[in-house]
C-alpha cells in the first residue's frame, strides 16, 4: 500500500485519504494539536514548520528513503499551499501548480491575470504607502476595501469610505498596528503589502469545485452573511445558495476563468464572489483549497458530496470513495459573535430543534475582543432545513439565542 503525505492535520483530509486506502503520513507544525480523529487515521505524525519548504523537503526526503516514494504529497491548508505544490512538483506527483497556488494567496497577482477577462476590477497594491498615494489619486467618494495581499478569514479587511477613512487606516498600519498574517516562512520576514479595490455591491457567495486535469466540476455554491461594512467578517453560511439558476450560472462561469486563468488545473478550490447588480459577478478572492468556516460540511449535507474525498479522487485520478444521499435539502451555520469586549464568565444555551450540532472555540474564562476577523467569533451552529431559508433561520434563531455573560476588562494603570 502506498502512502500519502498530507500538511496539516486536516480531520476531514485525513478521513479522505484514509477512505482511498492509501496509509497517511501527517506533517504538522511544532506545537499544533493534532485532533485524535487524525492520529486515528495516520501511520505516524512529524513535526516540522509546514510553512518552509526546505524543511518539509528534508521530512519527505527521509520518509520517502524510508517508506518508498509517497503516492500524492497534499494540503488543506491555506499557508502550506505553496510548499505542498513545490514538493509535489518537484516529486512528479498530481498537484496544484506552484505558481497557480502562489497566484491564488496573492490577491494582486490574481487581479493582474484577470485584467483582461470580463471579470477585471479596479485595484492598486503595494506597501501602504503605496496604496494610500493609489487611492488619493482618484475622488474622495470612491469606496474602497483595503486588505492584506495575502490574508485569509477576514483578517485585516477595512472599507475606506473616505479620504479620512484612509488616512486612518493609513497611520493605524504604519505605526505597526495592522494585520499579523501568518503566512509562509518566507513572507514572514518581509514588510506587509496590501490590495485596495473599488468595493463592489450585492450578495456575497462562493463557490466550491474540484478540478481534474483542467476540467472543474462545481460542487455547490454558497451563499454568505456578513457583518457588512467596514470589516466584512462571515457571520453565516447556506448550501445551496437561494439564487436563480442563471445568476448561479453567471458565478459558476467567473470561477472556471478564474481556475483556467490562475492555472488551478488540479485540487480543490473556494473562490468568493459578489453579485454586484450593475457589473455582475465580481471575484474576491480564490484559494487552492476547500473553504473554511465548515463549508465543505455543509456541502456534503445537502448534496451528499465531500469536497475532501472529491479533492483526493481527482489527484488520485479514480472515483469519489463515499458517495451518499444528502441528509437535508439544505445546511446552514450561524456564528456565535462576541457582544463586548471582556472575559467570558458565563455561557448557556437552549436545545433548538433542526440544529445538527454546536461547537464553542471559547469557553468562560476566555478573553473576548471586538469582532475584527472570523478568529474572533465564539462558536457555531449547523442546523438542516427543508429549504435554504429554513436551514438559515434555524441556525440563526439557535445562535441569536445563545446567553454570554462578559466581565468587562479591567482599566490598566
Do not use: N
Not at 261 to 278: C, F, K, N
Amino acid at each position: 500500500m502506498t502512502w500519502i503525505c498530507l500538511l496539516g492535520p486536516s480531520t476531514a483530509g485525513a478521513r479522505a485519504i484514509a477512505l482511498h486506502s492509501h496509509r497517511l503520513v501527517v506533517l504538522a507544525s511544532p506545537g499544533e494539536t493534532v485532533p485524535r480523529e487524525v492520529t486515528a487515521h495516520a501511520e505516524r505524525v512529524v513535526f516540522c514548520d509546514i510553512t518552509d519548504h526546505d524543511a518539509t523537503r528534508s521530512v519527505v526526503d527521509r520518509l520517502t528513503a524510508e517508506l518508498g516514494p509517497p503516492r500524492l504529497v497534499v494540503s488543506f491548508t491555506e499557508h502550506a499551499q505553496e510548499v505542498s505544490a513545490r514538493i509535489a512538483t518537484g516529486l512528479g506527483l498530481t498537484s496544484v501548480s506552484p505558481a497557480a497556488a502562489a497566484h491564488a494567496r496573492d490577491k494582486a497577482a490574481m487581479r493582474r491575470l484577470l485584467a483582461d477577462t470580463p471579470y477585471a476590477w479596479p485595484y492598486a497594491s503595494g506597501t501602504a504607502d503605496e496604496v494610500a498615494t493609489a487611492v488619493r489619486a482618484e475622488p474622495d467618494s470612491v469606496r474602497w476595501i483595503v486588505k492584506p495581499a495575502d490574508g485569509a478569514g477576514s483578517a485585516g479587511v477595512t472599507a475606506l469610505e473616505s479620504y479620512a477613512d484612509l488616512e486612518r487606516w493609513h497611520a493605524k498600519v504604519t505605526a505597526g498596528q495592522g494585520p499579523r498574517t501568518q503566512g509562509t516562512a518566507g513572507e514572514q520576514t518581509g514588510a506587509v503589502r496590501y490590495i485596495a479595490e473599488h468595493a463592489a455591491t450585492g450578495p456575497e457567495y462562493s463557490v466550491e469545485a474540484v478540478s481534474a486535469a483542467g476540467r472543474h466540476t462545481v460542487l455547490a455554491v454558497t451563499a454568505k452573511q456578513t457583518t457588512g461594512s467596514p470589516r466584512f467578517v462571515e457571520t453565516g453560511h447556506v448550501v445551496p445558495a437561494p439564487l436563480p439558476e442563471e445568476d448561479g450560472e453567471r458565478l459558476m462561469d467567473a470561477v472556471r476563468c478564474v481556475l483556467d486563468r490562475l492555472g488551478i488545473h488540479h485540487g480543490a478550490s473556494h473562490t468568493e464572489l459578489r453579485l454586484d447588480p450593475v457589473h455582475g459577478p465580481v471575484v474576491i478572492e480564490t484559494h487552492t483549497r476547500v473553504g473554511g468556516d465548515c463549508i465543505p460540511e455543509l456541502v456534503a449535507l445537502a448534496t451528499g458530496r465531500d469536497q475532501y474525498d472529491h479533492a483526493i479522487a481527482a489527484l488520485l485520478g479514480t472515483e469519489p470513495a463515499q458517495p451518499s444521499a444528502p441528509a437535508a435539502p439544505a445546511a446552514a451555520i450561524s456564528f456565535v459573535t462576541p457582544p463586548a469586549p471582556g472575559t467570558l464568565t458565563g455561557l448557556s444555551l437552549t436545545p433548538a430543534h433542526g440544529i445538527l450540532r454546536w461547537q464553542f472555540d471559547r469557553v468562560p474564562g476566555a478573553d473576548l475582543t471586538e469582532l475584527h476577523s472570523s478568529y474572533d467569533r465564539i462558536g457555531y451552529a449547523i442546523a438542516l432545513g427543508g429549504t435554504p431559508a429554513e436551514a438559515m433561520r434555524t441556525a440563526a434563531e439557535a445562535t441569536a439565542g445563545v446567553q454570554l455573560q462578559v466581565a468587562a476588562p479591567v482599566p490598566s494603570h
